[in-house]
């Protein structure tokens, strides 16, 4: 977050926190001025009591005692309860007020986030393909070095144009702007096709592939494939190059459910609640290392429950991380 940014959320958070311990004292003022008013009050009934108390019996000056003083205790367990009643309702508002401004300067913070982390993906593959398409206008280079340098430049727009499909669907999505258009289709050959895409992109990796034959499924196709694609990106970035990326598609009574899996560090039990939300990314943004916007897993959480599934993350054992998607039939 800027140093502007910190400032001003330290003087929001000083001045929040000034105007409540002002609430509370004024609260706490208003119940001593009362309680000292109604003590007040008390004795000067019991002046004017005692002061024609020679035309009184002992019985009725000491039952009109009694009453005043039974009046005044009534008083004090009325200011009292008024004062709990008025000092939770206030801790309860403070709460909620202090809980969304927080979730607030969260949400910015997350999107500053995004933004620096959408430039740089940006910039990234841009620098790249007009690196290489400036070389080979300069050069005359041999063929497999041609060869070389196309690859990485359709690698380099084939990246750029994923990231820059991730953040127009989801924008979509959450506008409610996306017409889907779900047919009957075959997800073995979907997820086939996006692995073996992977494999032309990144030959250094492993694939892995347990997948049924003609599994089908009435939905989206441009969507399906983008969430496959993401979690199978996701897998990549958080798994050493040395293990395999698992992906598993089996038919069930109940589903139809898709896993893959990686070898990476895992995912801790508090990070798996939050990590499908929109903009977040596992670790801080001091020591994170692999590159992201924290749209990948937001979308595939959308496209699962447009899909009529549901999405988790458990541990692959002995060690990473298995996205499963379980879809309803």
């Known amino acids: 977050m800027p140093d502007d940014s910190i400032k001003r959320l330290r003087r929001t958070t000083l001045i929040y926190w000034m105007l409540l311990v002002y609430i509370i004292a004024a609260?706490?003022?208003?119940?001593?001025?009362?309680?000292?008013?109604?003590?007040?009050?008390?004795?000067?009934?019991?002046?004017?009591?005692?002061?024609?108390?020679?035309?009184?019996?002992?019985?009725?000056?000491?039952?009109?005692?009694?009453?005043?003083?039974?009046?005044?205790?009534?008083?004090?367990?009325?200011?009292?309860?008024?004062?709990?009643?008025?000092?939770?309702?206030?801790?309860?508002?403070?709460?909620?007020?202090?809980?969304?401004?927080?979730?607030?300067?969260?949400?910015?913070?997350?999107?500053?986030?995004?933004?620096?982390?959408?430039?740089?993906?940006?910039?990234?593959?841009?620098?790249?393909?007009?690196?290489?398409?400036?070389?080979?206008?300069?050069?005359?280079?041999?063929?497999?070095?041609?060869?070389?340098?196309?690859?990485?430049?359709?690698?380099?727009?084939?990246?750029?144009?994923?990231?820059?499909?991730?953040?127009?669907?989801?924008?979509?999505?959450?506008?409610?702007?996306?017409k889907s258009s779900k047919e009957e289709l075959n997800l073995s050959a979907l997820l086939s096709d996006c692995i073996q895409d992977f494999r032309n992109r990144f030959s250094d990796r492993s694939f892995v592939e347990d997948i049924e034959p003609d599994v089908d499924l009435k939905g989206e196709t441009l969507l399906l494939q983008m969430m496959i694609n993401n979690l199978l990106e996701n897998a990549i970035k958080y798994s050493p190059k040395e293990s395999p990326v698992i992906a598993v598609l089996k038919r069930y009574r109940s589903g139809i459910e898709l896993q893959i899996q990686d070898e990476g560090p895992g995912i801790s039990d508090e990070e798996k609640k939050k990590i499908f939300s929109k903009f977040y990314r596992v670790g801080n943004e001091a020591t994170r290392k692999t590159k992201g916007t924290g749209l990948g897993l937001y979308l595939c959480h959308k496209i699962a429950r447009d899909h009529n599934a549901d999405i988790s993350v458990t541990n692959h054992l002995p060690r990473g991380s298995n996205f499963v998607v379980t879809f309803k039939i």
């Not at 003590?39 to 000491?62: C, F, H, M, P, V």
């Not at 009694?66 to 008025?86: P, Q, W």
């Not at 070389?135 to 990246?159: F, G, H, N, V």
Request: proline residues 1%; positive net charge; without cysteine.
């Open 27 to 178: 609260l706490a003022w208003w119940f001593i001025s009362l309680e000292k008013q109604n003590k007040q009050i008390a004795e000067l009934e019991r002046k004017y009591i005692n002061a024609g108390k020679d035309t009184l019996s002992t019985d009725s000056l000491g039952d009109k005692i009694f009453s005043i003083d039974t009046k005044a205790k009534r008083n004090t367990g009325k200011y009292l309860a008024e004062g709990i009643t008025f000092f939770i309702l206030i801790m309860i508002g403070a709460a909620f007020v202090y809980r969304s401004v927080r979730k607030q300067w969260k949400l910015q913070q997350q999107q500053q986030n995004f933004m620096m982390a959408v430039t740089h993906e940006l910039k990234t593959p841009i620098a790249v393909t007009r690196l290489n398409l400036e070389t080979l206008q300069k050069y005359s280079l041999d063929p497999e070095k041609q060869r070389k340098i196309i690859r990485t430049t359709l690698d380099e727009t084939a990246r750029l144009n994923f990231l820059t499909n991730n953040i127009l669907i989801a924008s979509q999505l959450e506008g409610s702007g996306y």
